[in-house]
């Protein structure tokens, strides 16, 4: 996991800056940022973490700093800053359409999910993913960026959205009744 912050954000970092040499120095006190970051993940999600979930959050930070004018310059964002604690409050407060802007963000820079390696995520992290905008048009965005749907899930089955994700999942509408 940790790795996979890292990664995120020198490629975010790269992307943004159009710095392809920029790697963020490892120290101690990263180590222990990061560490205290996925504590504090952890007890709130207890285990539910995976890598889509950390490239969202990370993309939301950036989303959010990018245009601070800071003593260090316009859009120079420090890592703490994207992991920290204000991180952290800023997240529940994310809203409905915070993925639509993390997804445009993405594609304005060229950031794409599948760039990084995969890491498991728990059944119940997609279930508590793929219900938390149900009934919204954001949901296929959501669920389809990260990877949510499978068509034996309850969830996935009584979505309006099934047929949208069965055919972008490579299933012809005859593979399974559909309502």
Request: proline share 2%.
């Amino acid at each position: 996991m940790k790795e996979i912050i890292i990664q995120v954000f020198e490629d975010i970092v790269c992307k943004v800056n159009n710095n392809p040499n920029y790697e963020l120095t490892r120290s101690p006190r990263i180590d222990s940022t990061i560490n205290n970051f996925l504590k504090k993940l952890e007890k709130k999600y207890s285990g539910s973490i995976g890598r889509d979930f950390l490239v969202e959050f990370i993309t939301y930070q950036f989303t959010k700093l990018i245009d601070w004018d800071t003593k260090f310059g316009k859009g120079v964002i420090q890592f703490n800053w994207v992991i920290g604690n204000k991180a952290l409050d800023r997240w529940p407060d994310r809203g409905d359409n915070f993925l639509y802007w993390n997804t445009e963000f993405r594609t304005k820079h060229g950031i794409h999910l599948s760039q990084y390696e995969k890491v498991t995520v728990s059944d119940e992290f997609k279930k508590f993913e793929r219900e938390r905008f149900k009934g919204d048009d954001f949901q296929i965005i959501h669920c389809l960026d990260n990877e949510l749907f499978n068509r034996k899930c309850k969830e996935c089955f009584v979505c309006k959205f099934k047929n949208g994700c069965l055919k972008m999942d490579g299933y012809g509408k005859n593979k399974i009744k559909t309502n």
